[in-house]
Nanobody
Framework: QVQLVESGGGLVQAGGSLRLSCTAS????????TGWYRQAPGKQRELVGF???????NYLDSVKGRFTISRDNAKNTVYLQMNSLKPDDTAVYYC???????WGQGTQVTVSS
């Protein structure tokens, strides 16, 4: 099993930036893909983006060009760099292990207008 811990959330003004981190322990990070999801109040959880074990990425259309996912295998960590944030990006952000189907506890991102 793998344990995932997210960090880096907070309150930011529209147009600002945040970088979220997802650190894994107990798994086989180097061969695992990781997804970043978000869930806003009253809405379903949605996939924001995914990074494969070899570094290939894909993104939700509404965040393309603003969000970037990267990974550091030496630190067992996946990052979500979020730029040009909008109030609609407000949500709890979760990371997910594709190999182990495990979730982190989530980190709150709030973007004020």
């Amino acid at each position: 099993q793998v344990q995932l811990v997210e960090s880096g959330g907070g309150l930011v003004q529209a147009g600002g930036s945040l970088r979220l981190s997802c650190t894994a322990s107990g798994g086989i990070f180097s061969i695992d893909g990781t997804g970043w999801y978000r869930q806003a109040p009253g809405k379903q959880r949605e996939l924001v983006g995914f990074i494969s074990s070899n570094g290939n990425t894909n993104y939700l259309d509404s965040v393309k060009g603003r969000f970037t996912i990267s990974r550091d295998n030496a630190k067992n960590t996946v990052y979500l760099q979020m730029n040009s944030l909008k109030p609609d990006d407000t949500a709890v952000y979760y990371c997910h292990s594709a190999l182990f189907d495990s979730w982190g506890q989530g980190t709150q991102v709030t973007v004020s207008s």
